[in-house]
């Protein structure tokens, strides 16, 4: 495979996102060029084909809509050749030199390809058929104390139970991904959500009902990958996205319950829940012009001193932040001159919504360990410790997160 071929399927599986017309058209054109450099028919022919068929009616869309948000359902070269394949199981296997163009399908809106799968898919799913296994395991369960330690679950919480979550917290829906299908992963990613979302009830103080955002809130899995992230929030449909295990090659053993555990969007729930209530507030109960209390993706580290005057949600925001960016008028908090400091640390780092998000997180983490608890699924460091505050630090900022907290609780 040449090398402009890798970058094309590079470039491809890192399209996920918010996309214009220009990006569209120019990636188009790089397909174009990489397709006329291989031999028409062959496997490399074939996958460059594949991404131009997902990519192509974008241009059109994004003519018509200022931006267009894409969805990437393939995290390797193997998933786009496990696609390909399926393809070809639908079409008869036909050789790719003789098939016949397939009759047009609608779109969706991204033109990239399926968002979701509804319902509960099949035993003999191509997926379980990857594993060989058919029994489904549970392994996020309460009282597994590898994963999680925490107050006692009753045995009326059905955690496993996707339509139960929903109702118990009011969300608008539990979404999954195309690979996302064997019985047995979904069953535990719904788990590993139940009691996830039981446990930061109790820790940020809100009742099941007000946990979804007014039944704002859905949470996909594996379903809106964006690029390299292991998660991501999505403010404009207030979906909450964890990313699926990374799927070994074929071929290759692995324990799929260390898979679960160890890979994906584990860990990262804490953090993606921490945009929702940043969004919320700043769309629904203030109303800011970046539609975040924290000012969203803006690097400002000066204060608005007319919001650190108000006694709302978005003034105490204002007034965390400085608290988390400045030790006084003049010198940068010590956990701002580490990140300042950190030479891994790009642009994303200092973001105001990301600031926050981490800091949230560390304020779960806090509320945890203060109990002596843990939850995998909920929160759990990604990153070097230096992109974090310390469970210090974060003992002098506890009382600004609950004030925050009971301001957004007030606007619901």
């Known amino acids: 495979m040449n090398s402009t071929t890798k970058e094309v399927i590079e470039k491809y599986l890192n399209f996920g996102g918010d996309r214009v017309f220009f990006e569209f058209t120019a990636f188009n054109k790089e397909i174009r060029e990489a397709k006329r450099k291989v031999q028409y028919g062959t496997q490399e022919y074939r996958i460059l084909e594949y991404i131009h068929n997902k990519i192509a009616p974008g241009i059109e869309q994004s003519k018509a809509d200022t931006v267009l948000t894409v969805t990437i359902l393939q995290y ?8 390909i394949e399926k393809e070809d199981g639908r079409l008869g296997k036909i050789p790719a030199t003789k098939r016949k163009k397939p009759a047009a399908k609608k779109k969706a809106k991204t033109g990239i390809g399926k968002i979701t799968d509804e319902g509960k898919a099949a035993y003999s799913s191509r997926v379980d058929q ?25 045995k ?6 996707a339509d139960f979550l929903k109702q118990h917290y009011q969300l608008r829906a539990i979404e999954f991904g195309n690979w996302v299908t064997s019985q047995r992963d979904r069953a535990n990613y719904v788990a590993g959500l139940g009691i996830a979302l039981f446990d930061l009830c109790q820790y940020i103080g809100f ?20 690029g390299s992230a292991v998660a991501h929030f999505e403010p404009s449909t207030f979906a909450i996205n964890i990313t699926r295990y990374r799927r070994p090659e074929k071929g290759t053993a692995s324990d799929r319950t260390k898979l679960l555990i160890a890979s994906g969007g584990m860990g990262s729930f804490a953090h993606e829940y921490g945009h ?22 803006s690097q400002r580290v000066k204060p608005n001193k007319a919001l650190l005057k108000l006694n709302n949600a978005q ?3 204002e007034r965390l932040l400085h608290k988390i960016i400045w030790a006084s008028d003049n010198k940068y908090s010590a956990y701002y001159q580490r990140l300042k400091k950190n030479k891994e640390a790009t642009k994303y780092f200092f ?13 779960v983490h806090f509320k945890m360990q203060k109990k002596k608890y843990r939850n995998l699924f909920l929160a ?15 003992a002098k900022l506890e009382k600004d997160f609950d004030s925050l907290l009971q301001a957004i609780k007030k606007g619901l």
């Open 276 to 297: 929702a209530l940043d969004y919320f507030g700043g769309t629904f109960i203030e109303h800011s012009r970046s539609g975040a209390l924290s000012d969203g993706r």
């Open 156 to 161: 009326s919480y059905e955690y496993t139970e």
């Open 315 to 317: 003034g105490i925001m």
């Open 130 to 154: 990857y594993w060989e296994e058919k029994e489904i395991k549970i392994v996020f369960r309460p009282d597994n104390r590898q994963l999680r330690t925490g107050a006692e679950i009753p």
């Open 380 to 394: 759990e460091t990604k990153y070097d410790n230096g992109f974090y505050l310390t469970m210090a630090e974060m």
């Open 76 to 83: 390797s070269l193997q998933d786009i050749e496990d696609a």
């Open 207 to 226: 009742s099941p009902k007000q946990l979804a955002l007014e039944k704002r809130l859905s949470v996909a899995f594996g379903a809106r990958g964006r």
């Open 351 to 363: 973001y105001r919504n990301e600031l926050f998000a981490r800091a949230f997180e560390s304020y």
